[in-house]
């Protein structure tokens, strides 16, 4: 596989090079590949069958990367685990997937029933003979699994091939400036697919990957101070962690001086926080992104300029990746013209094979269209002029007193306000019909001493924009939106808050 070869490469041409740091560990590219080649090897000896997967569990330690890369070099994918992730789900997670075994990075024991935990801090991987190249995982074989949530409560496991992430490193190292030899940020858990779009890039590309724990993260001072000691120069995150930066004012060009490239994905880009980035780094350029972890993390891009900044609306998600093709149909199927409104369907060799053991869901959401993969996102979106625009999920629709209306409609509108840093729709529907919105309001600075005095404005604001039957009955602020470890906003622990 080209990934791994090239990562031997460098392992051999620039052995010294950082290929990844974590608080206080840096591990080179000679270590990272003798380490993973040899933990391979030890993996290997188990005599699993091939392909059986193997679940990896842990934060983002330095053995990480190695487990993740001992894994699909012994020819089996891995299942990134966060140590976020409660117990009963890790369980549950093993249970369902069929693993073999579970590589445990933390200090900590892990109990897990009837499969062996290979405890990383007790190994001595040296003792291990490299593994051979004629292992490692093959194009149309799994490379890695990441369980995301279902909407019957149980996790699904994503199956990603090998030709479905060299499709997209490919993409992302040729279509993108990410040149040779940058530092990367790693803000994103591995148990997200977002962390794929800064991980495998940067390996590819020669590059170093800085990571930002949990610790770090949710402690401002100190993750200011690690910022600006980073010498980052390609960013890449969710929006709402950016606008989570936005409080410290010296979250600019002087904090970070290399920094060379934006990289969103994950959720919608405001037009409010790319003009926030574009003053605060204006020599940084900013690219948005779209995609499902069902189709390898993101399958569209555009650099968001100054033409596209001055035009008030939603920012597009881009331009289709050259080998994928994206479809608007309807709720019957059928195709729908350029401009209309539907359900985007995505197709091509970034499209993955299906849910793990779900032949069901597989089959609901998965199938072939002119004999590539495609997949239905469930998203809500239109083309114009060859660029997409993503308006949230279909889910996001609901009907208020007759009216059909989108969350996230509002949602941009409120977010266009002066007088508001970030907002949240959420639906009060204490007896399952929708009774009223509520709008959460991060306000930006404003003149008003009372609340009602701030709601008067905004609503005034709302009325040239949304309908009357749009806009929100009820109005709470807050100091921030609170964000899931993923790095999106927690709609669920927001509505806690709203309803305490």
């Known amino acids: ?11 051999a041409t620039k052995p010294e090079q950082t290929a990844y740091r974590t608080n206080d560990e840096v591990l080179n590219y000679k270590l990272l590949w003798d380490k993973s080649s040899r933990l391979a090897s030890l993996i290997h000896a188990m005599q699993f069958e091939r392909q059986t997967p193997v679940v990896v569990y842990g934060h983002m330690g330095i053995d990480m990367p190695i487990s993740f ?55 001595q991987v040296e003792q291990q003979m490299p593994i051979s190249h004629q292992y490692w995982v093959e194009q149309d074989e799994v490379f890695y699994i990441i369980y995301t949530s279902g909407s019957t409560g149980n996790p699904k496991g994503v199956q990603i091939t090998a030709a479905n992430l060299q499709s997209f490193t490919d993409w992302m190292t040729d279509d993108f400036p990410l ?27 020669g590059g170093s990957i800085h990571t930002l724990e949990k610790e770090v993260i949710n402690k401002p001072k100190v993750l200011f101070e690690n910022l600006s000691h980073s010498g980052l120069q390609i960013w890449t995150s969710t929006p709402s962690f950016v606008q989570m930066c936005f409080p410290n004012p010296d979250f600019n060009q002087t904090m970070l001086p290399k920094l060379e490239v934006f990289l969103f994905c994950g959720e919608v880009l405001p037009l409010a926080v790319a003009k926030e980035l574009k003053a605060r780094f204006p020599q940084a350029r900013i690219f948005n992104t779209y995609g499902p972890t069902e189709a390898t993390v993101a399958v569209t891009s555009i650099e968001i300029t100054e033409d596209l900044l ?12 050259s080998d994928m093709r994206i479809l608007v149909v309807d709720e019957f199927d059928n195709l729908l013209p350029e401009g209309e409104k539907g ?45 997409v625009y993503c308006q949230g999920r279909l889910d996001y629709q609901i009907k208020l007193h007759g009216y059909r209306m989108e969350l996230e409609e509002i949602e941009f509108h409120l977010n266009q306000s002066d007088y508001i840093q970030s907002a949240i729709i959420i639906p009060h529907a204490p007896n399952e019909e929708i009774e009223y919105l509520i709008a959460a309001v991060v306000p930006a ?12 404005a905004i609503r005034k604001d709302l009325a040239l924009r949304l309908p009357a ?21 927690d709609r669920k622990k927001l509505k806690e808050e709203v309803f305490a």
């Not at 093993?94 to 990383?120: F, H």
């Not at 591995?190 to 890039?201: A, I």
């Not at 001055?310 to 990746?321: C, F, N, S, T, W």
Request: some cysteine; hydrophobic content about 40%; aromatic content about 8%.
């Open 469 to 489: 039957y749009m806009i929100p009955r009820k109005f709470t602020y807050h100091t921030a939106i609170p964000m899931t470890m993923n790095g999106k906003a």
């Open 310 to 321: 001055i035009q008030e609306k939603a920012l597009p998600v881009g331009y289709p990746k």
């Open 179 to 205: 040149g040779e030899g940058k530092v990367f940020l790693n803000q994103a858990p591995f148990s997200f697919d977002l962390s794929v779009m800064d991980f495998y890039p940067a390996l590819q590309s």
């Open 1 to 11: 596989m080209k990934l791994l070869t090239r990562i031997a490469q460098h392992a």
């Open 445 to 456: 600075a404003h003149e008003f001493d009372k609340e009602y005095k701030l709601t008067a």
């Open 69 to 123: 890369l001992a894994c699909v070099q012994a020819g089996h994918p891995y299942i990134p685990v966060d140590t976020s992730i409660p117990l009963e789900r890790v369980r549950l997670i093993v249970e369902k997937s069929g693993a073999a075994l579970v590589i445990n990075t933390t200090d900590s024991k892990l109990d897990v029933d009837s499969i062996p935990v290979l405890q990383m801090s007790e190994l």
């Open 343 to 387: 359900e985007l369907i995505l197709a091509g060799p970034s499209v993955s094979k299906g849910y793990l053991g779900e032949p069901v869901l597989t089959e609901k959401v998965f199938g072939k269209i002119n004999e590539m993969s495609a997949y239905r996102t469930g998203d809500a979106g239109f083309i114009q002029d060859g660029m």
